[in-house]
């Protein structure tokens, strides 16, 4: 069993940043890789950003440009550094993570909101 703790959600202004963190903690599992989902009020959960614990890294057109995934794989953890955030950016952020032999695990969730 792998435990997700996320951070750094909050409130922002439109053109602001955030950072978001997770952390993995459980006994004796290797990760595959790691990323963040979002879901908006009314709307399904879509993949935000993922990287591999090899650093291959991919984003949904709409984050591209604005958002930066990276992974410390000494300490599991993923961050989800966000600029230029847009009011459609708000939304529940949920992290995850994918271990050998193929199971995921999802953290609660925290909460971005963009607004003046």
């Known amino acids: 069993q792998v435990q997700l703790v996320e951070s750094g959600g909050g409130l922002v202004q439109p053109g602001g940043s955030l950072r978001l963190s997770c952390a993995a903690s459980?006994?004796?599992?290797?990760?595959?890789?790691m990323g963040w989902y979002r879901q908006a009020p009314g709307k399904q959960r879509e993949l935000v950003a993922t990287v591999t614990s090899g650093d291959t890294t991919d984003y949904a057109d709409s984050v591209k440009g604005r958002f930066t995934i990276s992974i410390d794989n000494a300490k599991n953890t993923v961050n989800l550094q966000m600029n230029s955030l847009k009011s459609e950016d708000t939304a529940v952020y949920y992290c995850?993570?994918?271990?050998?032999?193929?199971?995921?695990?999802w953290g609660q969730g925290t909460q971005v909101t963009v607004s003046s």
């Open positions: 995850y993570t994918q271990v050998l032999p193929g199971n995921k695990y």
């Open positions: 459980g006994r004796s599992f290797r990760i595959l890789r």
